[in-house]
Nanobody
Framework: QVQLVESGGGLVQAGGSLRLSCAAS????????MGWFRQAPGKEREFVAG????????GYGDFVKGRFTISRDNAKNTVYLQMNSLKPEDTAIYYC???????????????????WGQGTQVTVSS
């Protein structure tokens, strides 16, 4: 069982930055791919970024366009999402997720993830 707790959300002006963190419980964190998703009101949950178990493989949603960076520190059981050049359309609840099996790759499909955090609100004002 893996428990995920996100932090770092908040209110920021357009063009600003935020760094989200996701702290994971469990000894097997370092073996699991991780991902960030987001969901805005009235919209479907969408893939933001994913990272393989070792951190060597990463991928991003098309809308990111070089603004976000996902990383992980397996010694701290934590995955991060650095978000720069934020736009009002980035406003959403951001969720951290873990794939509950060993893999070096990352996953874009939400159905591939077994564990989810409660989410953290990110609001970008214009």
């Amino acid at each position: 069982q893996v428990q995920l707790v996100e932090s770092g959300g908040g209110l920021v002006q357009a063009g600003g930055s935020l760094r989200l963190s996701c702290a994971a419980s469990g000894r097997t964190f370092s073996r699991y791919p991780m991902g960030w998703f987001r969901q805005a009101p009235g919209k479907e949950r969408e893939f933001v970024a994913g990272i393989g178990a070792s951190g060597g493989n990463t991928g991003y949603g098309d809308f990111v366009k070089g603004r976000f960076t996902i990383s992980r520190d397996n010694a701290k059981n934590t995955v991060y999402l650095q978000m720069n050049s934020l736009k009002p359309e980035d406003t959403a609840i951001y969720y951290c997720a873990a794939v509950g099996r060993d893999s070096g790759g990352y996953y874009r499909f939400s159905g591939s993830y077994h564990y989810w955090g409660q989410g953290t609100q990110v609001t970008v004002s214009s």
